[in-house]
């Protein structure tokens, strides 16, 4: 999807893409070929074929910071396929909705293969170094939470790479609600040990462990290791949909 986008290139908006994709044309080699075919100014379609230059060597150096700053934060899941050799599945456990009075008991990042925790007390400070290996962060409601969380915690995080909020696109494509509301809609299933928790229950195991009680906290590791490996599952699940509907919409 990344290769169809036009809307990182300054001077291109919407209704220019869409009239790109209607005229048949969904990549940029396509637009080198067929550009003919797109009714727009000579000096828009120089500037597009100037973008589409510039864009093809930074993907090919794996940019991901001129992705991040150029697309809209609401359009960075159109890159997924191209970083998703360097993703972070992220999602925080904490004390509680508000940053200025709570604080973060557990991070989890799962790169597609090994999932990693960290945790208040024993190595949470590991996650400035971990978030720098990587070009690309899938969260869900991260936008809002998560990474402004962090960042409250840990100023001197930069955050210049593409983050997918998943929220959003699935929005976009039916599917609303909470994380797990729509995790069983795709028909994702928890373990026995985590069926039913939420973040509420979070605070309460954190609470517990922070008693003595061991098995709370291993509890609450496995609640986020599921929360972040079932964020790779659903946006596998969900991407073609997201690209069907963008592309769609061209002609609706």
């Known amino acids: 999807m990344l290769k169809s986008t036009y809307i990182h290139i300054p001077g291109v908006g919407k209704t220019v893409e869409q009239k790109i994709w209607a005229s048949g044309i969904r990549s940029w080699e396509e637009f080198l070929e067929k550009q003919d075919l797109v009714s727009i100014s000579p000096a828009r379609k120089e500037k597009i074929l100037e973008g589409i230059r510039h864009s093809s060597e930074r993907l090919e150096a794996n940019d991901c910071c ?95 790479q593409l983050h997918i909020d998943l929220m959003y696109p699935l929005r976009r494509i039916g599917y609303s609600g909470g994380l797990k509301h729509i995790e069983k809609v795709l028909g994702i299933s928890r373990s026995e040990d985590t069926e039913g928790l939420s973040g509420f229950d979070a605070v309460r195991l954190w609470k517990q462990y922070e008693k003595g009680n061991r098995a709370a906290l291993d509890t609450l590791l496995n609640y986020n290791k599921e929360d972040i490996v079932n964020l790779k599952t659903i946006i596998e699940l969900t991407y073609p949909k997201m690209v069907e509907n963008a592309l769609g919409s061209c002609s609706r």
């Open 66 to 160: 001129y992705f991040s700053k150029c697309l809209p934060s609401s359009e960075h899941w159109r890159a997924y396929p191209f970083f998703s050799d360097s993703v972070a599945f992220v999602d925080i456990e904490t004390t509680g909705l508000s940053s200025d009075r709570d604080y973060i008991t557990v991070v989890g990042i799962y790169d597609g293969k090994e999932a990693k925790t960290y945790v208040r007390g024993i190595n949470l400070d590991e996650i400035m170094e971990e978030f720098s290996k990587y070009k690309l962060l899938v969260s869900f409601n991260g936008a809002r939470f998560d990474l402004p969380f962090i960042k409250s915690e840990y100023p001197d995080l930069e955050f210049s």
